[in-house]
């Protein structure tokens, strides 16, 4: 009698199991098409590579991570409005991109265009070198930059990018001139850098953490050192006014009904705060945020100035 129990609370479980599975998904019957803006290896990718095998293995939910890289970004986010409005379609969105991309002569979207419903997480800023880089230290770099202005060429990911405007603060706040070399993605820039191809990359602090053993970084705009790189100095040790890094979202096409945008707004959260997938990205470098379909305009309304001013102090705009 005991084990007849025991085996149907077994089942009760297990029914209940594909209940709450079966419950949480957005779209039942149908893949979710997951398009990233950039080239795979780079951390829009590897983000949502993680967020669809959550998707598929807890939730039940397919989700397929599609990469349509171009024009650092702004090829994906031109298409956006033009995808089925079902929910079937996604596209991961970048701050401070798609905020200054528009800024450039010939760019297919405006800021507007832009229905992002969920912003999970950002990435901050980190100035790095090959290991194998004669700069040892933050100062090293900055001192070659002071000896011969314009000479370093600093790579990162995409123009009008949280990489471009990162070189640009670094040129302001540390007083130097370098150059920023744009690529097309993160996974892009990583073998010019360890082979020295460039003096240096602005990039972020997840790659930093995973390539530690290949590159040098030499400065992290975090408020406090990161356990995995715990030898390296913070912007603000250094005494420069620097936390910040790119953002990094979900959208879906303006004519998406409301109702809709919030059962995938809600749907992205949950993915977020899922403590496996949690734990994994705070490794790695990620800081989660959490900011719903609900909160997205006033989150607009406060990154929008400053990303304007970093372009203004960058010369792109008056």
């Excluded at 780079?42 to 949502?48: H, I, Y």
């Excluded at 001192?143 to 011969?148: C, E, L, S």
């Amino acid at each position: 009698m005991n084990t007849l129990r025991q085996l149907c609370q077994l089942s009760l479980v297990g029914i209940c199991s594909l209940i709450v599975s079966i419950g949480a998904q957005v779209l039942p019957g149908k893949t979710i098409q997951y398009i990233i803006a950039f080239p795979p290896a780079g951390e829009s990718d590897l983000v949502a590579r993680y967020q669809a095998e959550l998707s598929a293995q807890k939730y039940n939910q397919p989700m397929m991570v599609i990469n349509r890289a171009g024009a650092g970004g702004a090829l994906a986010w031109s298409q956006l409005n033009g995808y089925a409005n079902d929910g079937t379609i996604v596209v991961g969105v970048n701050i401070p991109h798609i905020i200054l991309q528009p800024l450039q002569e010939g760019t297919q979207f405006k800021t507007d265009d832009i229905q992002a419903i969920y912003y999970y997480h950002y990435t901050p800023d980190a100035l790095m070198v090959s290991a194998d880089s004669p700069y040892k230290t933050y100062q090293d770099l900055v001192n070659a930059a002071k000896k011969d202005p314009g000479k370093l060429n600093i790579a990162g990911s995409a123009p009008f990018s949280a990489n471009h405007m990162a070189t640009e603060r670094l040129n302001k706040l540390a007083g130097i001139k370098v150059n920023y070399v744009p690529f097309k993605g993160t996974g892009d820039l990583i073998s010019s850098l360890i082979g020295m191809h460039v003096d240096g990359a602005m990039g972020y602090l997840p790659l930093a953490i995973q390539q530690k053993t290949k590159i040098r970084t030499l400065a992290i705009a975090t408020e406090k050192r990161h356990p995995s790189l715990p030898d390296v100095p913070t912007f603000k040790e250094l005494g420069l006014n620097w936390v910040d890094g790119g953002y990094r979202g979900v959208a879906v096409p303006k004519s998406t009904p409301k109702d809709l945008q919030e059962k995938l707004s809600n749907y992205f959260g949950t993915l977020n705060a899922d403590p496996v997938i949690k734990k994994k990205l705070e490794d790695a470098g990620f800081v989660l945020v959490d900011i719903p379909l609900d909160k997205v305009p006033a989150f607009m309304k406060e990154k929008t100035p400053l990303a304007m001013d970093d372009a203004k102090n960058a010369g792109m705009i008056k």
